[in-house]
């Protein structure tokens, strides 16, 4: 009880004591962390803590002992440790990929929208895949999370790049606007597909509702592991972007007096967005308020430069799934709670403090 | 124009004491506005004119202190009525989307109108009077996203006619306005004040034109007013080095005969 | 062992669709050449100004719904003959096809112009007062507050004749508590979209569990009454959603005036004499017991309120009385149309009419942005 309780109020207190500590400062003092060898090596000892947790805790109870074993000492024999090796560490993993993921795909979404509540929602990620997903049940019978996991990533891709397409109509290209416009619109269309296909099938449904909550449980890792090229990629990329968010964020004309090629930049980092969140919602199923949350939490740590942001995201990002997901495993033992509905239950007082303590720019 | 039948006998601020919710801007100000002429309040950024507007205007309350007007404090007053007395332009307002002007300055006239009485002659003339006041006329069914800055501060200036109010405040009106229409403004608010015993102030960034327009000028400085008056009387170069930190020299208007002020530069 | 159960619509109903969308399209053409002009009425002291166009577009509104009227209650699955069906509808009480019209598809064509009606006033006001084309009642919370009690009433098994009332009392205590949160001396635009966010974002987190947690057969049920469908429409349906509208739309009408005042921005509309925090309360309220009222009886049917208020306002211009009234007429014609469209399309197989408003809705979006980009 004591570490669900710990954990918990970590992940609802940890942004609101942040962001009243930064508010309180003077203002000329800067960002919270201005030595990033603490900042980043904290946030390493974190990840490694978020780890430790998640190979320890969970339905089946086991010892500090066991875990440390399963993994440096493997006896096949000791069901403590099969549960650790052959589950709970890959869906680690599994919880470490997507929560990065979702993080920098998300600092990058409020980058190029500019609105403090880009997630990669917006973008249609998250219909897209799950209208894939609900058509290859559907109509092709796929049931098994390796058959998912591509379908989950195409879709996502698919949709991301419809809503893109749809934005650089008219003039101006894919602003801010008419991506979060476009967006909405795909999002209800795919939506609305989704559901009649979802309410036409029993058996759909009953499959496919799983999937929708979100969880990174049986995974199907091996065929993950095929998305793991794309994730590096995408994580490099997201981090060398960081400089050019930074100007995109000063507004377009600022930016092109300032040379940079606007258009360009922006369908990079909708690449970079499209591999990044395929991935994890291909790997852990539609996920909300990583991508929202952790670019927010970080800001009020670093303050707005986004290398830093996008870096520390990077790290910070697996706490909060990985995080969630234990909580999604102590709190009705021994059943679970998908990590999806953890993250989403947590949603609502990370917002209502943005609201009553910050002052966010209009949406 | 119509005379307005209700002459506004005292306008005052007692003892203001304004903030936004932190630290206060004004401290222990009174001040009296002279009714029926121009008033204009100048004074360094952030030095509160724009709070001390807002607190006469009624969108500040004062935490400390009232502001009457013929002796009413105007806070005791149902809204509609104090709406009927006191106008604002504020500065930068903000126009809903795709709306004509006639319907906007439609809308100045609200305080007039009731569930029955939506549109009556009244309505109609006031709004015709200030579309041709402020040479709006033909653009009256254009839609506001349309027009220039200043085509559309216009259209502001002439909400604020149509709601025919005996006090006028305005805040900065002469932004985003060129040079002839900024004398057209400011010429209409002078006859408006001799011809019409309208009581009108205003926040002004231009020195000159104050100076120029206004028959009672106030300097505010760090929350508090440096000195009130005449322009004739007031504007030295000693006032505006206190005011403004500049160095200036103060000459003869050759136009109008008030005070010119001229400021030194670095290298002079 | 799957197969597509969705036979493709036949070529006949496809045209017909189409026919359908070409001929709006082709009046909405028409009507942009009515001249706008005023007219201003005058007695004694009364006085109101009316807006020629819009009471013609209004008119024009109302045809269109008598036709789509006619229209649902003659096509069907069972074959009636024309007279027979309007004659059945409107005197005829013992007629050998009293159950279907009667208790079928009138109710049903019913329902779904005066649930359109509330959608799409409710709509108005919400994206008039906050002045982001993104804005509709699901904001608010109004359909997530719906959906958390009647998806609980279905999956544990409730009996569905509590339904409405579930949902009614999950709406409005949604948005009542979403208020208070985001009341912080008053209310912003910005506060109450984020805080409806996340409020919106937990109940889902709570619909999802419910959906895992319970067998699949009710959870279908659930499933069925989320996407917004007008199945089984009753008369009492139709006379809630009447003595509501009875009320609010009128109350809604008169509170267009301060609603103009409210788009002033606070500060002119505080100069001008409007009590905003008051105004602002009874518009929110007014907007939100409409839509609450709308999804207690035919669920959380999104788009109609995020839709046709665009669509109207392309059509007549910015809010006042008489565009209410035309977009709520408009809201009627959608839903109707959508309905009638969900019903026959993939005949036999009924789709949820929301899947119609989201299909047809969002090309429709695009096309209005489209519209609006090129017009910048």
């Known amino acids: 009880m004591i570490t669900i309780a710990l954990i918990f109020s970590a992940i609802t207190i940890t942004p609101i004591l942040a962001g009243f500590l930064s508010s309180r400062r003077e203002k000329e003092a800067g960002p919270f962390i201005s030595n990033h060898v603490f900042g980043l090596t904290f946030s390493l000892i974190l990840v490694v803590v978020t780890i430790l947790i998640s190979l320890r805790f969970g339905s089946l109870q086991i010892t500090w002992g066991t875990a440390w074993n399963a993994i440096f000492d493997y006896d096949p024999t000791n069901q403590g440790q099969i549960v650790v090796r052959e589950l709970r560490l890959p869906r680690t993993f599994l919880g470490l990929a997507a929560g990065s993921c979702l993080a920098v795909a998300g600092a990058l979404t409020q980058g190029i929208t500019r609105n403090p509540l880009g997630a990669p929602g917006i973008l249609g990620v998250n219909a897209g895949a799950a209208f894939a997903i609900v058509t290859a049940i559907y109509a092709a019978d796929i049931v098994t999370p390796e058959g998912y996991v591509w379908f989950a990533f195409f879709g996502a891709a698919g949709a991301s790049i419809l809503v893109y397409s749809i934005a650089q109509f008219g003039n101006g290209g894919a602003t801010p606007v008419k991506l979060v416009l476009a967006g909405v619109v795909v999002t209800a269309l795919l939506g609305g597909w989704t559901t009649s296909l979802l309410i036409l099938d029993l058996e759909t449904l009953d499959e496919a509702r799983f999937w929708l909550a979100g969880s990174i449980a049986s995974r199907g890792t091996d065929e993950i592991a095929l998305l793991f090229p794309i994730i590096i990629i995408g994580l490099l990329l997201g981090v060398a972007l960081g400089k050019q968010i930074n100007i995109l964020s000063l507004g377009e004309d600022i930016a092109k007096a300032l040379g940079q090629r606007i258009a360009l930049i922006r369908i990079v980092a909708g690449i970079v967005i499209i591999l990044l969140c395929g991935s994890a919602v291909a790997i852990a199923g539609p996920v909300a308020f990583v991508g929202l949350a952790i670019p927010h939490m970080v800001r009020s740590l670093v303050g707005p430069d986004y290398r830093w942001i996008i870096i520390y995201s990077l790290f910070l990002g697996p706490c909060l799934l990985l995080g969630a997901d234990v909580i999604g495993r102590l709190v009705v033992r021994p059943t679970e709670l998908q990590v999806g509905i953890v993250t989403a239950a947590a949603g609502a007082p990370f917002l209502i403090y943005l609201v009553r303590f910050t002052k966010l720019s209009d949406v | 124009m119509q005379t307005n039948p209700n002459h506004t006998t005292t306008f005052t601020g007692q003892d203001l004491h304004l903030s936004y919710g932190g630290p206060m801007i004004v401290e222990g100000l009174t001040v009296t506005i002279p009714t029926q002429e121009i008033t204009a309040i100048i004074g360094p950024n952030g030095c509160g004119k724009t709070t001390l507007l807002k607190a006469l205007a009624r969108i500040l309350i004062p935490a400390q202190g009232k502001v009457e007007v013929n002796d009413i404090n105007i806070h005791s007053q149902p809204t509609k009525e104090i709406a009927r007395q006191l106008g604002l332009l504020p500065q930068n307002p903000r126009s809903p989307d795709a709306i004509t002007v006639s319907d906007l300055i439609r809308r100045g006239r609200y305080p007039h109108q009731s569930i029955f009485r939506q549109w009556s002659s009244d309505d109609e003339t006031s709004v015709d009077m200030a579309l041709s006041l402020t040479g709006l006329t033909n653009f009256s069914e254009r839609l506001i996203d349309e027009l220039s800055g200043g085509q559309r501060q216009r259209v502001w200036i002439a909400m604020l006619l149509a709601q025919e109010t005996p006090i006028m405040l305005l805040d900065e009106p002469t932004t985003h306005l060129d040079i002839a229409h900024q004398i057209e403004v400011l010429d209409l608010l002078k006859e408006l004040a001799e011809k019409n015993n309208r009581t009108i102030v205003m926040v002004l960034h231009d020195l000159n034109l104050a100076v120029r327009y206004a028959d009672n000028l106030v300097a505010m400085r760090d929350g508090k007013i440096k000195t009130a008056g005449k322009p004739n009387n007031v504007v030295t170069a000693q006032m505006i080095h206190e005011v403004f930190s500049i160095q200036a020299q103060i000459l003869q208007d050759p136009v109008t005969g008030s005070p010119l002020c001229i400021p030194m530069m670095k290298s002079t | ?376």
């Open chain 3, 1 to 376: 062992m799957h197969y597509l159960a969705i036979t493709t619509p036949t070529l006949q109903r496809s045209l017909t669709v189409l026919v359908g969308i070409f001929l709006t399209i082709f009046l909405i053409r028409l009507a942009d050449h009515i001249q706008p002009r005023q007219y201003t009425f005058r007695w004694q002291n009364i006085s109101s100004r009316i807006q020629l166009r819009v009471v013609w577009l209004s008119l024009g509104a109302t045809i269109v719904i008598i036709v789509l009227t006619g229209i649902g209650l003659i096509v069907g699955d069972y074959p009636i003959p024309a007279s027979e069906a309007i004659a059945t509808a409107l005197w005829e009480r013992n007629g050998e096809y009293d159950f279907i019209i009667n208790s079928l598809r009138f109710p049903r064509i019913v329902v779904a112009i005066l649930a359109g009606m509330c959608f799409a006033s409710s709509g108005l006001i919400f994206q008039s007062l906050i002045n982001n084309p993104l804005v509709s009642p699901d904001i608010i919370g109004i359909n997530s507050g719906a959906a958390v009690l009647a998806v609980a009433i279905l999956a544990a098994g409730g009996s569905t004749e509590h339904l409405p009332w579930a949902a009614f009392l999950g709406a409005l205590l949604t948005a009542a508590l979403i208020y208070l949160l985001s009341w912080k001396k008053g209310i912003s635009a910005t506060r109450l979209v984020l805080v409806g966010i996340g409020i919106n974002s937990v109940l889902g987190a709570i619909i999802t569990f419910i959906t895992i947690k319970y067998p699949i057969e009710r959870v279908v049920a659930a499933a069925r009454w989320q996407a917004g469908t007008l199945f089984g429409a009753s008369w009492d349906d139709a006379r809630t959603l009447a003595i509501g509208l009875l009320i609010l739309l009128p109350s809604a009408f008169f509170l267009t005036t301060r609603l103009k005042i409210l788009q002033l921005g606070d500060e002119t509309a505080i100069t001008i004499g409007s009590k905003i925090e008051r105004d602002r309360l009874a518009l929110l309220a007014v907007a939100s017991l409409l839509a609450a009222l709308a999804v207690s009886v035919v669920g959380p049917l999104g788009f109609v309120a995020l839709i046709v208020p665009q669509a109207a306002r392309l059509l007549v211009g910015s809010i006042t009385g008489g565009v209410l009234i035309f977009t709520a007429l408009l809201g009627g014609f959608f839903l109707l149309g959508a309905d009638l469209i969900a019903q026959r399309l993939f005949a036999p197989v009924m789709l949820p009419a929301g899947v119609i408003t989201a299909t047809f809705g969002g090309p429709y979006f695009l096309y209005l942005l489209a519209r609006y980009n090129r017009a910048n």
